[in-house]
Structures are given as structure tokens and as C-alpha cells.
């Protein structure tokens, strides 16, 4: 065992048995570099990723690469979902010296941490214009021994370069009108108009969008936006990167037709999906976008829910195949024609043939195909029938051997998942769901959050992470706790909201411009404070911020919470209309500031008919309270009574009120 054995991260447990001697991070192992005249070898990945496992096994396992790393480097793995600052900063290095990046990455850094030479995978011979990784491990040992003035000049302008790349975009302005038109018009342009989403492979979900082009539409009433939407969520519904069995998404498609996806389940892309189905139904009705909301929220539950009541972050790609034992990708979701017809008879292996294009030459690898609800669904089948057929495929699949399941509780993704949850629970009368969002929410307090409102970024089997939580993890637990404020009607979940908002703008917020950061003021120095406002997998920590101070800010009327969000939201006016695919979030901020958002007061009930109108009204970023008359949980209900002794609803927007209604149609109308 080396010195990963007493590490709570999963990921990092997976390398403890290595004959590498590999250091968490740590400011001892950049001393033991500095006593032993050594490069640091930084390696970072995370549990589902699957070329992180090849290496490890190619590489790292390997007896003579590990002898040759001990010898001649200090060797640190960092996991990327507990360390996110360490990541980022060593990333934009990588993106910024050879165009691209990616995990595993593979760094070596001076004893002061400055990087000098850049990677990601490297195979153990050469192959494909690649080195091999024991080339590069001898090449980057004979640069230190006999170029050591030139790695140190290399460094120090990686640094200073670094430095310089401060953001010039921000503006104390958000963004209008015309800003929104143009992102809208860049993401038409991006758009694949016949099979939906945005741009070419790989594919990923665009969840932020679809809020934005959902909010927008609300907003505007531009059915181009609204078709997008709907289109690309219902062919995400129908590939291979849907579980058309269990339930919640892939990590990606690596094709442009959504049919075979990177294997992993990320929480972060079930929770962001979950709720942009919602909200389609929600606009729309769609039946096909209710069913993928609540089967998605009830994968999360089955399959991600930890002990502690948390959300574990993933669920590997790779798993071991039945038939010979090998780990290998999709090896658990993929089916073969043959195996249909072991399960479920001639008869019925036809049916699923046809309803999921299965084929007998496979859409997937050695004949084996990814499971889809293609366009034309084959011969009509009663109901019945079919649901038999999937519930014998799910009952035989759950005898194969599981992937994997990183149990690490990421504070941001439990975030995004508890406002999912607490929002499908409303929507659809799932109690079930709102206590699971609740439990999630009393780990977080109880767990992540100290007595001074700071959060543990990740915990484990009950125990808090020492790292300390950055700024997305703020933001989203923020909104999550917001969302639960909404949905349940208890104060607690606000206040907690505000304590945590309050420590944004301490410690994450410049006070002279406005920008955000990633991390702390008083967090770890690293060679570079990291500061990303664009929305990549999950929202940056930016623009949750901006939504998250944007949203309590309407329930309570805080003004530096608003006066902050609208200049963090100036980012968005720059890049929106530049980048819209990769501002998503962003932009759906910045159409809740546009409308208001409206601010909703549901006096007299909760969860009844006119507080279940209010949470599925469609103006962007509406924000609601619901409560007794005369209570004193939530500032919106504040002096505000029923109406000749009935639940009354009072929507206001821009500090102008309507009339107080207690006709849920008329409630309905306003908030549409």
C-alpha cells in the first residue's frame, strides 16, 4: 500500500494497491521533491473515467514504469472531483501549451508547483504519433538533470502567462435584449437540425441550453427556441445515450446520432437533465419529457442514493463482461440478438429488436448493440407486453456484474440534485422524491456545512473531505436550498441559502469589479487563482452565483445580493452572444433578470393546487414562497393575508404587484 491507503476519494483508492508511491496533494510532497532534487509527476482523473483506467493498468500497474516513476520523480494523483481548483489551473496549462486537454492528465511541475511539460494519455509503446509514457518519463528526467536552467525558464513563463490571462469581459451591465437575440441566433447556427443538439461528435447533453431556449421562449414566445429544445430532448430520449431500461443518461454520445455513449452516469448530467425534462413538460406537456423526468429521478434514487442519504457522483463506464470477465465499456447496458432471445423467448426478442434497434450485426461492438427507442418503433405492441419485455431484460441485466460506483458526496452535484428532486416531487405528487431532495439537504447541513457556513467540498460513508468547498459548491447547494424553500415552505432552507450566498460574496466576489473567483480568498494559494465563468458539464461557479444570488435576492429582497448578481452576470452580455453554447446557464440567468424574476407569494396552503400552479409557472427564474397567514418563515409572505378565508396567490414583478387571486387559472395566466 502506498500513501493513497487512508484517502477518503474512491478515485484514489483505485491507485493505493499501485507499486507506484504515490502522494495525495500536499505541500509534503512538493518537499520531498524539493529534499530529493526530483520533478513532481502530477497524474489527474476521476473514478469513471475510462482512459484513466487504461493508464493505470498500462502504466501504473506495471512493476518496471512504477520502479522508473519512484526513481526518478515525486509522484502525486489528484482526483479532479475533490480537488476542482488543482484541476482547473493545471488544465488551462495543458489546453494553453498544446490546444487541447482531456483525463488522465499527466503534468510534471517544479518543487514550487510551476508546470513545464504537458500531457494526457500516454500508451506504453509508442503508437500513433505518441511517445511512450516510459519515453516521456526518460526524456523529461535527462531535461531536469541536464537542462535544468531551461525547465526553470519554461516555467517561470508558464507561470507569468498564466498570470496575464485575467478576464477582460466583465461588465457592471447585464445582459438586454438584443444580447439574448444574438446568443439565440449563434445557437440556431450551431443547431443539427436532424438529429438535434449542437454541433458535431462527440455530443453532449446540453442541459443549460434547453433551460435557456426554454426560459427564452417563455419569455418571448420564439418558437424556434422552444423546437430545439423539444427536438433535442426527445432524440437524446431515444439513443443509446438514454437507458432505455434503467433509466438516467450517459456521460455523452460519441457519435453525432445520440446511439452509442461514453458508459458512465454522472449525477451532475442526471440532475441537470431530470430537471430540464421537467421543465419541458412543464411548457409543453410533452408525455414522452414527464416519463424521462421521473424515471431519471428515480435512477438517481435507486442507483446513486448513498447510505447517508447523499448523492454518489458516478457509476463507471467499464464493467466486468459476463462472458470472459474482461473490464471492458458498456459491458453492462449492451445487448446482443442472441441474448434477447435467452431472456425473452423468439417471440418477444423480435418486439425488442424492433422497438430498440437491436440488430444482428450490433450498433456497439462484437455484434452487441446500445439499446434505443429509434423514430419508428417498430410493430405496435400493447403496454403490457411491452413493459413484461423490459422488465425481464432489467430483472437478467441486474445479474450481470455492476460498474462500479464512486460513493465520494460532491456538495455542488448534490446541489444541482436536491432542486431536481424537490422540483419532480412537486410537479408530479412524488413525496418520495421531496424527501429524498430533503435528506439530501440535511446531509449537507449536517455534514458539509460548519458552524461558520463553509462547506467540505466532498464527503465519504459519513465523513466530511478536507478540502475545502469552491465556489460552484456555494452556488448550487445555494440553489438546491432555495428550490427546497420553495417546494416545502420551511424558512430553514432560505436562511441556509442566505448563509451561504453571504459567504460568496465574502470571500468569492472582487469588490472592485465585480468578477467572481473559483476558490477562496483565504483558500490554498496555487500558482494561479482559478476564475472560469463558462458552463461546461455542470454551470460554472459563475454563473450559479449569479442565478443563485439572483433568486434569493427576489425572496428577500437583499440588494447587494441582486446589485452582485447583475455585475456578475455582465460576463454573460460579453460572451453570449460569442459563445452561447458554452454560457448556457449563464444566459438562463440572465433571462430570469430580464423578467424580473417574478416574485410569488402563495398565502393560506402548501402543495395544494395553487402552490403546485405557482412552482410550474413558466416565467424564467419565478421564484415562490408558500406558506400560513401570519407566518414568518419566508419574507414573501410577510403582511400578505387570504382572501375571505381562502389560500390567496400575489405575484409581483419589477416591485409591482397584481391583485391577490385564488383561481389557480388565473394564477396560471400570470405566471405564463
Not at 43 to 50: D, K, L, M, Q, T
Not at 86 to 99: F, K, L, N, R
Not at 460 to 473: C, I, P, R, T
Not at 654 to 662: E, K, L, R, S
Request: with cysteine.
Amino acid at each position: 500500500m502506498n500513501r493513497l491507503a487512508g484517502v477518503t476519494s474512491p478515485y484514489l483508492l483505485q491507485h493505493a494497491d499501485n507499486p507506484v508511491d504515490w502522494w495525495p496533494w500536499s505541500a509534503e510532497a512538493f518537499e520531498e521533491a524539493r529534499r530529493r532534487d526530483v520533478p513532481v509527476l502530477l497524474s489527474v482523473g476521476y473514478s469513471a473515467c475510462h482512459w484513466c483506467h487504461v493508464m493505470a493498468h498500462e502504466s501504473f500497474e506495471d512493476d518496471a514504469t512504477a520502479a522508473l516513476m519512484n526513481e526518478k520523480f515525486v509522484n502525486i494523483k489528484v482526483d479532479r472531483e475533490e480537488r476542482p481548483d488543482v484541476d482547473a489551473v493545471y488544465m488551462e496549462a495543458v489546453q494553453a501549451a498544446t490546444g487541447q486537454g482531456g483525463w488522465p492528465m499527466t503534468v510534471f511541475l517544479t518543487a514550487d508547483a510551476e508546470p513545464f511539460y504537458f500531457g494526457t494519455y500516454f500508451p506504453p509503446e509508442p503508437r500513433h504519433g505518441m511517445p511512450s509514457f516510459a519515453q516521456v518519463l526518460d526524456g523529461v528526467h535527462r531535461a531536469w538533470t541536464d537542462r535544468r536552467g531551461e525547465v526553470a525558464e519554461v516555467a517561470g513563463k508558464i507561470v507569468r502567462d498564466l498570470g496575464e490571462r485575467q478576464l477582460t469581459h466583465n461588465s457592471a451591465e447585464r445582459p438586454g435584449e438584443d444580447e439574448l437575440a444574438q446568443a439565440l441566433l449563434g445557437l440556431t447556427r450551431d443547431y443539427d437540425a436532424t438529429y438535434g443538439g449542437f454541433g458535431g461528435a462527440p455530443k453532449f447533453p446540453p442541459s443549460m441550453t434547453i433551460e435557456f431556449l426554454l426560459r427564452h421562449y417563455a419569455r418571448t414566445g420564439a418558437e424556434g427556441a422552444l423546437q430545439m429544445a423539444a427536438d433535442t430532448c426527445e432524440r437524446m430520449a431515444r439513443g443509446g445515450i438514454y437507458d432505455q431500461l434503467g433509466g438516467g443518461f450517459a456521460r455523452y454520445s460519441v457519435d453525432r446520432e445520440w446511439v452509442v455513449p461514453h458508459f458512465e452516469k454522472m449525477l451532475y448530467d442526471n440532475a441537470l437533465l431530470c430537471r430540464a425534462y421537467a421543465h419541458l413538460w412543464r411548457t409543453t406537456g410533452s408525455e414522452l419529457a414527464r416519463r424521462v423526468a421521473l424515471e431519471t429521478a428515480d435512477f438517481m434514487v435507486r442507483e446513486l442514493r448513498t447510505g447517508e442519504g447523499g448523492f454518489a457522483s458516478a457509476l463507471d463506464a467499464d464493467s466486468a463482461d459476463p462472458a470472459t470477465g474482461e473490464h471492458v465499456e458498456g459491458a453492462y447496458y449492451v445487448w446482443t440478438a442472441r441474448e434477447l432471445r435467452e431472456v425473452l423467448g423468439e417471440a418477444d426478442a423480435e418486439l425488442a429488436m424492433s422497438c430498440f434497434g437491436v440488430t444482428e450485426e450490433g450498433t456497439f461492438e462484437k455484434g452487441a448493440s446500445v439499446l434505443q427507442l429509434p423514430q419508428a418503433e417498430g410493430p405496435l405492441a400493447d403496454a403490457a407486453r411491452l413493459s413484461s419485455v423490459r422488465e425481464r431484460l432489467l430483472a437478467a441485466r441486474a445479474e450481470r456484474p455492476a460498474p462500479g460506483r464512486d460513493d465520494k458526496v460532491v456538495a455542488a452535484w448534490n446541489g444541482l440534485a436536491i432542486a431536481a428532486l424537490a422540483e419532480v416531487g412537486a410537479y408530479f405528487d412524488r413525496p418520495d422524491l421531496i424527501a429524498a431532495a430533503v435528506g439530501a439537504g440535511d446531509l449537507l447541513v449536517r455534514l458539509h456545512m460548519d458552524d461558520r457556513a463553509r462547506l467540505a467540498r466532498t464527503s465519504k460513508d459519513g465523513q466530511a473531505g478536507a478540502n475545502a468547498g469552491v465556489l460552484e459548491d456555494y452556488a448550487d447547494v445555494a440553489e438546491g436550498f432555495l428550490v427546497l424553500a420553495s417546494v416545502t415552505g420551511e424558512g430553514v432552507w432560505l436562511e441556509f441559502a442566505g448563509f451561504l450566498l453571504d459567504h460568496v460574496l465574502a470571500q468569492f466576489v472582487d469588490a472592485e469589479s465585480g468578477a467572481l473567483y473559483d476558490t477562496a480568498a483565504d483558500a490554498e494559494e496555487l500558482i494561479r487563482r482559478p476564475q472560469d465563468p463558462t458552463d461546461n458539464a455542470a454551470p460554472s461557479g459563475w454563473t450559479a452565483a449569479a442565478d443563485a444570488l439572483l433568486s434569493y435576492a427576489a425572496h428577500t429582497g437583499a440588494e447587494p445580493h441582486r446589485t452582485a448578481a447583475e455585475r456578475a452576470l455582465g460576463i454573460v452580455k460579453a460572451l453570449g452572444p460569442r459563445v452561447p453554447r458554452f454560457i448556457g446557464h449563464g444566459l438562463a440567468a440572465a433571462e430570469a433578470a430580464l423578467d424580473g424574476p417574478r416574485e410569488v407569494a402563495v398565502v393560506g396552503e402548501v402543495l395544494g393546487d395553487l402552490h403546485r400552479t405557482a412552482l410550474l409557472g413558466t416565467a424564467p427564474g419565478a421564484v415562490v414562497a408558500a406558506g400560513p397567514e401570519g407566518g414568518d418563515e419566508l419574507p414573501l409572505l410577510a403582511d400578505r393575508p387570504q382572501v375571505e378565508g381562502r389560500p390567496a396567490a400575489y405575484v409581483c414583478r419589477n416591485f409591482v404587484c397584481d391583485a391577490p387571486t385564488t383561481d389557480p387559472a388565473v394564477l396560471a395566466g400570470l405566471l405564463s
